[in-house]
C-alpha cells in the first residue's frame, strides 16, 4: 500500500518563528489533507489539498502530486499552534486515508 | 448540527470481553471510517463504508467488525478485547473528500 512520510517528527521552535513541514508519499493521490491534533487529542481539518496552493492566516500549504510531496508552511507560530501535525492521503483507485507519520511541533512562549 | 459523535469517551474493558463503540453522524455523510491511534503514534485505518450497505477493510481490521445498516451509524464490534487493542479510536466522516472526525473514544483492556 502507499507509504506516508512527514518530516521533521519532532520540532521545538520559539514563538514568532517559522516552519515548513513536510509529507512525502509514495504513490499517486486523489487527495491530501493536513491535520491539527491539539495537546487535548481533537484532529482539525487544515487544509484540503490535492494540488496546488492554499493559505488561511498564518497558514499555508502547497502539493505538488506530480513529486509525490506536499508541504504545510506555518509563520509567527504561536502556542497554541503545539500538537501533532499529520498528512492524510487518499491513494488513487481508493476511498481510503492513509495518515502519515505525524509531525509534533512544540511553540516556547 | 452535532457532527461526528463517538460514545463512549472512556471504557475499561477486560480481556476477552466485547464491546461496540458508537459513530453517528448528523450530516447526511456517505463516507465513514474508524481508526485507531496508539499513544504517541499516528492513525491506522481499521475500516471504513462508501455507503450504507457497504464496508471494507482498512490497515489494520484484524480483530474489529463494522456494519453500516444507515448512512449515520458506523458502529464497530470488538468481540474478544486483547490488551494489544489499547488504544484510542477516531470516528470520522467525508463529504467531498473532506473528513471530519469525531472527539475519540479511549480504550484500556486489561
Known amino acids: 500500500g502507499i507509504q506516508v512520510e512527514q518530516s521533521p517528527p519532532d520540532l521545538i521552535l520559539q514563538e514568532g518563528a517559522n516552519s515548513t513541514l513536510r509529507c512525502n508519499f509514495s504513490?499517486?493521490?486523489?487527495?491530501l489533507q493536513w491535520f491539527h491534533q491539539n495537546p487535548w487529542g481533537q484532529l482539525i481539518n487544515l487544509f484540503y489539498?490535492?494540488?496546488g496552493t492554499k493559505q488561511n492566516g498564518r497558514l499555508s500549504a502547497t502539493t505538488v502530486a506530480t513529486e509525490r510531496y506536499s508541504l504545510l508552511y506555518i509563520s509567527s507560530s504561536q502556542t497554541t499552534d503545539s500538537g501533532v501535525y499529520f498528512c492524510?492521503?487518499?491513494?488513487?483507485?481508493?476511498?481510503?486515508?492513509?495518515f502519515g507519520t505525524g509531525t509534533r511541533l512544540k511553540v516556547l512562549a | 448540527n452535532a457532527g461526528v459523535t463517538q460514545t463512549p469517551k472512556f471504557r475499561i474493558l477486560k480481556i476477552g470481553q466485547s464491546m461496540t463503540l458508537q459513530c453517528t453522524q448528523d450530516?447526511?455523510?456517505?463516507?465513514m471510517y474508524w481508526y485507531r491511534q496508539d499513544p504517541g503514534m499516528g492513525l491506522k485505518l481499521i475500516y471504513y463504508?462508501?455507503?450504507?450497505?457497504?464496508?471494507d477493510k482498512g490497515e489494520v481490521p484484524n480483530g474489529y467488525n463494522v456494519s453500516r445498516s444507515t448512512t449515520e451509524d458506523f458502529p464497530l464490534r470488538l468481540e474478544l478485547a486483547a490488551p494489544s487493542q489499547t488504544s484510542v479510536y477516531f470516528c470520522?466522516?467525508?463529504?467531498?473528500?473532506?473528513?471530519?472526525f469525531g472527539q475519540g473514544t479511549r480504550l484500556t483492556v486489561v
Open positions: 470520522a466522516s467525508s463529504h467531498d473528500r473532506v473528513a471530519f
Open positions: 504513490d499517486s493521490v486523489n487527495n
Open positions: 489539498i490535492p494540488s
Open positions: 492524510a492521503v487518499e491513494a488513487s483507485g481508493t476511498y481510503k486515508y492513509i
Open positions: 450530516m447526511n455523510h456517505n463516507y
Open positions: 463504508s462508501v455507503g450504507a450497505g457497504i464496508t
